[in-house]
């Protein structure tokens, strides 16, 4: 699981998060590739934020550690305060589920840095 935000009370927000992931990941026969994905998803009523899955990494050389980011941005609106955050998925092309991955620290305020943020739009 990456990280959060809580948007405050009721209204529109955009959400940005950016998230990098690393590891590796070992194929087993019939399948050539895996995936990381992630998404937004909203805690506060247990739900994935439509259309905001994006790849952060495909991995297609087995035991080959990588290092990944990837950006996904969506409007949201909620009647109240509500929590989102980013969660990830590591699996073989179409298998696994969500919360089963987890994405490397940031903070640093370098290129690689992981965050969450919102911008309220409309109140």
Not at 13 to 22: H, K
Not at 55 to 63: D, Y
Not at 90 to 104: D, E, H, K, M, R
Not at 109 to 117: A, F, V
Request: cysteine-free; overall charge neutral; aromatic content about 6%.
């Amino acid at each position: 699981v990456g990280h959060s935000i809580e948007l405050p009370e009721a209204g529109t927000y955009l959400v940005t998060a950016r998230e990098t992931a690393q590891g590796s990941m070992t194929t087993i026969p019939g399948f050539s590739s895996g995936e990381w994905t992630m998404r937004l998803y909203d805690v506060t009523n247990s739900a994935a934020v439509p259309n905001t899955i994006t790849t952060v990494m495909n991995i297609s050389v087995t035991g080959k550690a990588q290092q990944q980011s990837a950006t996904v941005t969506a409007i949201i609106t909620v009647t109240g305060p509500t929590t989102i955050r980013t969660e990830g998925k590591i699996g073989l092309t179409g298998s696994q589920v969500y919360g089963g991955a987890s994405f490397i620290g940031g903070g640093g305020g370098g290129s690689n840095e992981n965050l969450i943020t919102y911008s309220q739009i409309k109140g």
